[in-house]
T-cell receptor, first 114, second 113 residues
């Protein structure tokens, strides 16, 4: 089944404790991205990647890191999480051609930083 | 930077009736894509419909259709014969040449039995 897999689905952590949210896709998509969803703000892009070893900042990159060492994986790293990073996070991928058929999203990760 | 505005935080519709969700956007680009995504309580993001800006014909997917007005930068979603399963948060989204997907703030749709 074609899908984007995010883990974990729920995570509660303490301020300053490094964490990684994993994202993997099995569709050979070139393009992957991370979003955070907050009430009243919709989804905002954190980082995106056009291909392996190519990443770029989105609208809200502060406090986050990403890497794209393999085509299928695009982990989101919070090296020193803070309470304002409490949010619902989504990973998404798309084929990356000029004709965009839309994005496939993961199931989301609910992160709480206390 | 592009912006997407959904001016209706909440909408309700009677089952079997028709409802229209509004979306406007701001851009200086001529070539772009527009999307409507549905997010049910399961929080999964589901693509409902997409529109390519260079196509004048409005996209249609079964009971879902759009009214795309390029000059007015408007992209509304019409849901016909509303069903209980249509209840969800709906997001309008824009993607331009930079491959950055910009979302509106969402419209929570309630379907009344």
């Amino acid at each position: 089944e074609a899908q984007v897999t995010q883990n974990p689905r729920y995570l509660i952590t303490v301020t300053g404790k490094k964490l990684t949210v994993t994202c993997s896709q099995n569709m050979n998509h070139e393009y992957m991205s991370w979003y955070r969803q907050d009430p009243g703000l919709g989804l905002r892009q954190i980082y995106y990647s056009m291909n392996v070893e190519v990443t770029d900042k989105g609208d809200v990159p502060e406090g986050y890191k990403v890497s794209r060492k393999e085509k299928r994986n695009f982990p989101l790293i919070l090296e020193s999480p803070s309470p304002n990073q409490t949010s619902l996070y989504f990973c998404a991928s798309s084929l990356g051609t000029e004709t965009n058929y839309g994005y496939t999203f993961g199931s989301g990760t609910r992160l709480t930083v206390v | 930077a592009q912006t997407v505005t959904q001016s209706q935080p909440e909408m309700s519709v009677q089952e079997a009736e028709t409802v229209t969700l509004s979306c406007t956007y701001d851009t200086s680009e001529s070539d772009y894509y527009l999307f409507w995504y549905k997010q049910p309580p399961s929080r999964q993001m589901i693509l409902v419909i997409r529109q390519e800006a260079y196509k004048q014909q409005n996209a249609t997917e079964n009971r879902f259709s759009v009214n795309f007005q390029k000059a007015a930068k408007s992209f509304s979603l019409k849901i016909s014969d509303s069903q209980l399963g249509d209840a969800a948060m709906y997001f309008c989204a824009y993607e331009g040449g930079a491959r950055q997907l910009t979302f509106g703030s969402g419209t929570q749709l309630t379907v009344l039995p």
